[in-house]
């Protein structure tokens, strides 16, 4: 089956340290995204990717990196620059004119 | 903020009952999408519409894309406890050269039976 897979499901974080989120398609999708999700906020935009080693920042990219060295994975690391990092994390996949495909998402909490 | 504004933020509906939620942008879209997030779980499109004043419907529901292309509407006729969920619209401006989307903070519908 094609689809998105997110790892981990949940993940805990300490104040101070980098934590690295992970995401893999098996579409064939040339671009990929990272959203945030906070109640009541909607989906905010983190970066995404058109291609292969591109991506560009999205409306909130301050405190976090990515890297696009494959097609298929578009990682997500929350560095220690990121005051709030607490959210649900989605990655998604597909063009802008058909509909995207969601992972399952990754809980990051501050412990 | 939010380009693409939704309204209303909650929804509460008696079982059987229709209702409708209601999506507004600012600037023009060259498209718009639904999603569908159920509790706990991750948005699933639903559709897309493209053209001013186009109308489509998935059973109970009708998705309408305005003649302006600024707006947009979801009407659910007769609910059920499976439409429980928040729906995300999201659209791409016209303007933006490459197209990502920006999505509306979404309609939280919960159902009474």
């Known amino acids: 089956d094609g689809g998105i897979t997110q790892s981990p499901k949940y993940l805990f974080r300490k104040e101070g340290q980098n934590v690295t989120l992970s995401c893999e398609q098996n579409l064939n999708h040339d671009a990929m995204y990272w959203y945030r999700q906070d109640p009541g906020q909607g989906l905010r935009l983190i970066y995404y990717s058109q291609i292969v080693n591109d991506f560009q920042k999205g409306d909130i990219a301050e405190g976090y990196s990515v890297s696009r060295e494959k097609k298929e994975s578009f990682p997500l690391t929350v560095t220690s620059a990121q005051k709030n990092p607490t959210a649900f994390y989605l990655c998604?996949?597909?063009?802008?004119?058909?509909?995207?495909?969601f992972g399952s998402g990754t809980r990051l909490t501050v412990v | 903020g939010q380009q693409v504004m939704q309204i209303p933020q909650y929804q509460h509906v008696q079982e059987g009952e229709d209702f409708t939620t209601y999506c507004n942008s600012s600037?023009?879209?060259?498209?718009i999408q639904w999603y569908k997030q159920r509790p706990g779980g991750h948005p699933v499109f639903l559709i897309q519409?493209?053209?001013?004043?186009e109308v489509k419907k998935q059973k109970r529901l009708t998705f309408q894309f305005g003649e302006a292309k600024k707006n947009s509407s979801l009407h659910i006729t007769a609910t059920q406890t499976t439409d429980v969920g928040t729906y995300f619209c999201?659209?791409?401006?016209?303007?933006?050269?490459?197209?990502?989307?920006?999505f509306g903070a979404g309609t939280q519908v919960v159902v009474t039976p």
């Open positions: 600037t023009t879209l060259s498209n």
């Open positions: 999201a659209g791409t401006k016209t303007t933006d050269s490459w197209g990502k989307l920006q």
């Open positions: 519409l493209v053209k001013s004043g």
């Open positions: 998604a996949s597909g063009p802008h004119y058909a509909g995207y495909t």
